[in-house]
């Protein structure tokens, strides 16, 4: 039996709210399953609003939009992500700024923020990998001594905490994905956390085409009209449907994935105690994950290759993450780095992301067995 790498999680319920929403005939965005589950991830991170969007990758082009960023406006980020992160910025015509990553929880090194601001910089983009925390108190210091914005890329991080607050909830915004590899999913799938309520009404007109369409829907206009600048960033209600039924059952699935990340951190532990082939990953203690992704870190890039090649004849499925975006061409072309990114190079390619979805119980026994064989311990 071959172990995949992902299996996105069914609560039971998704086609139940389906067919309400074909039985509705409203099947566009913005009715009545997208209201719910804005709702609950407003209460969930306690934002002044939350809009849903297509993809993570399009609440951070929003995020772009709301940052006013501007051609010549340098943001810092880490390279180590997903495309996702830059392009946003690019798009808006501003210049990602890579800095180096801890090599601990291998999020952006946050005492290398400040070196990297100049006078054009408007915005610092912050990833939660794995679903742990960046050190948000440092970072929100900086910002605020800078005068510069904050965007969460929450990707990974819906239930995640950070001193015992939400991850999502302490940038200006923050962004979430849906997409089938995330805890919660619906296929493609996104949402835009407003955590400054004077940035409400205008994410709002961005949600939907750069119109007041609400302002028209609420009575408080006679005809809507283009007012700034947006886009289609609203899911349909069958996508609302079935993100419904994943956020009802948020606690289980997240609670199932922990416990596998459990189950692979203690084989491991035991493991390498008695080696010192793999490094394991590294939670701080103030941070609570959500069992998003379990990673091992081989000695070298060789042995990574080696390591992923033997898993894949054994039958488990492991990849690598992630190709650096600062050598990457398009990051050559539209981004700068600041200064070398020694820990983002060694580690990009030592990486090795192992199976782990919500119900995979006794599956992680397998790929542990596996493991101990590739590495012959
Ligand atoms: C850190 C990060 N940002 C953004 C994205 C893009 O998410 P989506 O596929 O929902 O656009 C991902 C997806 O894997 C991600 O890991």
């Known amino acids: 039996m071959r172990i995949t790498f992902n299996k996105p999680p069914v609560t039971g319920r998704e086609l139940e709210y389906i067919s309400d929403v074909i039985a509705s005939r409203q099947l566009s965005g913005n009715g009545r399953y997208t209201r719910l589950c804005q709702e609950w991830l407003k209460q969930e991170i ?27 406006d340098e943001v810092i980020m880490p390279s180590f992500t997903f495309v996702s992160t830059a392009n946003a910025v690019v798009l808006a015509g501003a210049t990602p700024v890579f800095v180096d990553i801890r090599s601990d929880t291998l999020n952006i090194d946050e005492t290398l923020i400040e070196a990297a601001i100049t006078p054009k910089t408007k915005a610092i983009f912050v990833v939660h990998y794995a679903g742990v925390p960046a050190e948000m108190d ?62 409400v009404d205008r994410a709002r007109v ?97 042995f990574r290759s080696e390591m992923i090649t033997a898993l894949d004849q054994a039958g488990v499925s492991a990849h690598f993450h992630y190709i650096p975006l600062h050598s990457s061409p398009a990051g050559l072309k539209y981004g700068r780095s600041h200064g070398d990114l020694p820990v983002t190079d060694l580690i ?18 397998i790929v542990v067995a596996a493991l101990k064989s590739v590495l012959k311990i």
Request: one cysteine or more; hydrophobic letters at 40%.
């Open 206 to 302: 961005i949600w939907e085409k750069g119109t007041n369409r609400r302002k028209f829907l609420e009575g408080a206009v006679d005809k809507y009209t283009w007012v700034d600048k947006g886009s289609s960033f609203l899911p349909s209600e069958i996508t609302a449907a079935y993100l419904w039924a994943q956020l009802q059952e948020s606690g289980t699935i997240c609670s199932a994935r922990l416990s596998s990340w459990n189950r692979y951190h203690a084989a491991f532990s035991a493991l390498s105690d008695k080696n010192n082939l793999i490094s394991l990953p590294k939670v701080p203690i103030d941070a609570e994950h959500n069992g998003h992704l379990y990673y091992l870190l081989a000695p070298d890039a060789d």
């Open 138 to 199: 440092s970072i929100m210091r900086i910002a605020h001594a800078h005068g510069l914005l904050v965007v969460e890329d929450a990707a990974q991080a819906l239930t995640s905490r950070y001193k015992n607050k939400p991850a999502g909830s302490l940038g200006d915004m923050s962004c979430f994905s849906f997409h089938e590899t995330k805890n919660i999913v619906s296929g493609e799938g996104g949402a835009i956390a407003l955590n400054r309520p004077e940035l």
């Open 46 to 72: 306690g934002a002044s609003d939350v809009l849903l969007t297509q993809s993570c990758t399009s609440a951070l082009e929003m995020a772009a939009i709301l940052c006013d960023l501007q051609p010549g």
């Open 348 to 365: 990009s390619g030592r990486l090795v992301r192992l199976p782990l979805w919500y119900d995979m119980g006794s599956s992680v026994d």
